[in-house]
């Protein structure tokens, strides 16, 4: 997953993330760690699974304790993407007991949130299985903490969608009202592209299958998002479409109805709540005597 570190490394700067966050949290000083531990004491922890799930924020990890002392030992026993069980240990990190205990917060913070998305984004997926049908993101994200959540959905094993505003089109119902007509923002995009010298995709938002025809018959897009679809309504529209552009499936998809919509043949399921409503996985760090 290095890679998707190198990919947006433009955008997100870890140092920076990381200073920030210990600026948040620790301020002036832990002054509890500061005046009950001596100075000098040596520790050792270890990170334990308390939950089943997918293991997600090890890389993470290992580049916050290394920022914050690079002195500190770790070992690693489980990487990101291994499916763990209660009672499993991931790590063992050892160094200047104050400078682990400031890390501890941030540490598991960082690992249950991405670990919760990458289990739910797991399950989501297996729902999906036999089909042709990926699960992707959304821009429902904590603001400042898109970069992880984004990661840890790739890690159990869904896709992103665009990164944010400025790596895709994406021609939503706002957008195609405020233009005038579905048809006059795909031209209006189009000719801004052209005009730019960019080289972006264009995806289109349809609310119903008279857009979708519009689409297919207009073309100029690489992708029509069916949002708020019922799945025999997505079903229509993909047989429509007939492999021309890449689907999208959108709006109102949760585990109970994922398996049905895959099978319509879309090629992307896109679930808000895979970031925005999610549960962290339970996670500890704690002191080894």
């Known amino acids: 997953m290095t890679d998707f570190i190198k990919l947006h490394q433009s955008h997100f700067n870890f140092k ?15 002054h509890t760690s500061l005046s009950t531990i001596p100075k000098n004491h040596h520790g050792k922890m270890h990170l334990l699974v308390k939950e089943d799930g997918i293991l997600a924020g090890v890389e993470a990890a290992k580049r916050i304790f290394k920022e914050l002392d690079k002195n500190f030992k770790l070992k690693f026993f489980l990487q990101d993407g291994t499916t763990v069980k209660k009672g499993d240990i991931v790590f063992i990190v050892e160094g200047n007991t104050q400078k682990l205990l400031m890390a ?10 991405m670990s919760g998305i990458a289990t739910k984004t797991n399950y989501l997926q297996t729902l999906c299985k036999g089909t042709k049908a990926t699960v992707i993101d959304t821009r429902k994200t904590t603001p400042g903490f898109r970069f992880f959540e984004k990661w840890a959905v790739l890690i159990g094993g869904g896709s992103n969608h665009r990164y944010g505003l400025f790596d895709m089109i994406l021609i939503k119902d706002n957008h195609i009202d405020f233009a005038g007509g579905i ?14 010298r960019k080289k972006l995709p264009i995806e289109v938002e349809t609310r119903n299958i008279e857009d979708v025809k519009q689409v297919i018959k207009h073309g100029a897009v690489q992708r029509i998002m069916l949002d708020n679809y019922s799945p025999k309504q997505c079903q229509t529209a993909v047989k429509l479409i007939n492999g021309k552009f890449e689907v999208e499936a959108s709006g109102g998809i949760t ?15 896109s679930i808000g709540a895979l970031t925005h409503h999610v549960k962290g996985l339970d996670l500890s760090l704690k002191a080894m005597k």
Do not use: H
């Open 16 to 30: 920076q993330f990381i200073a920030a966050a210990f600026k948040e949290d620790v301020g002036d000083g832990d």
């Open 183 to 196: 048809i006059p923002a795909i031209d209006a995009a189009n000719k801004y592209l052209k005009t730019k």
């Open 104 to 113: 501890e917060r941030l540490v598991l913070n960082i690992m249950q949130r």
């Open 255 to 269: 585990e109970k109805n994922i398996s049905a919509y895959a099978k319509t043949g879309v090629d992307f399921i």
